[in-house]
């Protein structure tokens, strides 16, 4: 018999709002199986909110300013319903802390990445009329015990994450800050999740984290008894038609063993992300990267080396304080040496108390932070596209997706690689099932292809 337990949620409607990365759409998982657990109803219409809560996200400064815009707009929600909640929860909560209180009154409750399991508390502060606030950071936190509610999930691919903050302390960056100190999952309920995900129908699982390989879980000697290698076996273990996936690796964590690990297994993705920031020795320096370039090419040889059909994908950033065009030129050269399948590039924005901020000077002026990302952008068009056309007449095992955006009468899905690819459907064929598809075209974004008969 189920015991009904008291909650303070009495159905209120809770409405949830997510920015940021990957890691910020599982904590809205978490936060929502929390809310649920004490009798709120999560909504997907924010008409009928009681509870507006936004995920934020700190990490450039255009980041921050589209959550202020969207604050203003959810004035207009307040004043039709004077009960209704608001609250900013994330790393903008936990960078601005009460500051956002003073800046935007409809804020009600603050609440950052550690305090997930106070937001019902948090509610009922600002029901009694005060304001809800909780900006601890923690040094064991990871909800590990926690079933996430997955909410815009496709049904095939899920996400768990597997460890929380970073200390790498890259001079740039505000993640340090804002999700504290690392600290890692207790593998036996990251297995549970797996498995849990495989039964209800999951096909492909991402283990995450902001600095991902670093993961390792001690035992009560303090030992590390599982690494991140030795966690993504025990994952890939759980069925071999279950895909495995991680994001993001820092390369200076990318060890041989990994790449044996991921080589041994056809069920581990083959790709990589591996964020290289810059191609110039000297801003890797600046930036705290603890990397070479040429430490970075020799990682990427190793991939090379040991999975020749590894896709490569990265990170890069724009004007970063001191870059001469000399380091820019490097940037471009180190992409075309690597020739990244894809790239998420950014121009550099100063983040108050990052390293950055307290020593050096934001001196590459905001046109030619725009011109150089630019060239990089154009570059990596090109290079996705080379990419893509090497993939024509190849034959790859596509994990279903559902049906494209375009057609009921096609499906699309991914390669190992992650290039997504669309094709005619076919009797039999739907999400969760695997299909090989011989690819006849490309454009820079996707692989088209036909079904090969067996
Ligand atoms: N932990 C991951 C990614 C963190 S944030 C890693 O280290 O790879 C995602 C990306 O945002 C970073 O890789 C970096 O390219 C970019 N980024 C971080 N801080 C930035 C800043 N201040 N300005 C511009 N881009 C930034
Ligand atoms: Fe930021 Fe560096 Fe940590 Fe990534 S590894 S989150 S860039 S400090
Ligand atoms: Fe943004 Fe925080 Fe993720 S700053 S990128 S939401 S860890």
New binding site residues.
């Given amino acids: 018999m189920k015991i009904a337990r008291a909650t303070t949620g009495g159905g209120e409607k809770l409405y949830i709002e997510t920015y940021g990365?990957q890691m910020n759409v599982g904590d809205t998982e978490i936060i929502v199986s929390i809310m649920q657990d004490e009798g709120y109803e999560y909504t997907r219409n924010i008409d009928e909110a009681d509870i507006i809560l936004v995920n934020t996200c700190s990490?450039?400064d255009n980041a921050e300013q589209r959550i202020w815009g969207r604050l203003k707009e959810f004035q207009r929600y307040k004043r039709a319903k004077r009960s209704l909640v608001v609250g900013i929860v994330g790393c903008m909560a936990e960078r601005l802390k009460e500051q956002l209180l003073e800046k935007e009154p409809i804020v009600d409750i603050v609440a950052g990445p550690d305090s997930y399991r106070d937001m019902p508390k948090l509610v009922q502060a600002a029901r009694a009329g005060g304001k809800g606030i909780n900006v601890a950071l923690s040094q064991e936190e990871t909800y590990g015990d926690i079933r996430p509610v997955r909410l815009d999930s496709n049904g095939v691919s899920a996400f768990i994450s597997i460890m929380r903050g970073?200390i790498?302390m890259?001079s740039?960056?505000?993640?340090p800050y804002t999700r504290g100190i690392e600290r890692s999952r207790n593998p036996e309920t990251i297995l549970r999740e797996a498995r849990e995900c495989y039964e209800a129908g999951y096909r492909e699982i991402t283990l995450l984290g902001?600095?991902v390989n670093s993961y390792r879980w001690k035992n009560e000697q303090g030992e590390v008894c599982v690494d991140f290698p030795r966690l993504m076996e025990m994952v890939a273990a759980v069925a071999p038609d279950l895909r495995v996936r991680f994001a993001?690796s820092?390369p200076k964590d990318l060890s041989d063993r990994l790449i044996e690990v991921m080589a041994a297994h056809d069920n581990i993705c083959k790709a990589i992300h591996l964020?290289a920031?810059s191609g110039s020795t000297r801003m890797l320096q600046i930036m705290n990267r603890k990397y070479t370039r040429e430490w970075y090419l020799g990682r990427i040889a190793a991939i090379r080396a040991a999975m020749p059909d590894c896709a490569i994908t990265t990170?890069?950033?724009a004007g970063f304080c001191t870059e001469t065009l000399e380091d820019h030129a490097d940037t471009l050269s180190l992409m075309r040496e690597v020739g990244y399948e894809s790239a998420?590039m950014?121009?550099?924005?100063?983040?108050p108390n990052t390293y950055a901020a307290r020593h050096l000077a934001d001196d590459v002026s905001e046109e030619e932070k725009t011109r150089r990302l630019t060239e990089i952008i154009n570059l990596q068009n090109e290079l996705s596209i080379e990419s893509n056309r090497r993939d024509v007449g190849k034959t790859f095992e596509v994990l279903i997706e559902g049906h494209s955006k375009r057609s009921e009468a096609q499906l699309c899905g991914r390669t190992s690689q992650n290039k997504m690819v669309v094709f005619d459907a076919a009797e039999g064929l739907g999400a969760g099932n695997y299909a090989k598809v011989v690819i006849t075209d490309c454009s820079s974004a996707t692989l088209f292809g036909k079904l090969v008969k067996e």
């Fill in positions: 990365c990490i450039r970073c790498n890259c740039y960056c505000v993640v902001q600095n993001t820092h964020p920031q990170d890069l950033i998420f950014f121009k550099f924005s100063m983040r």
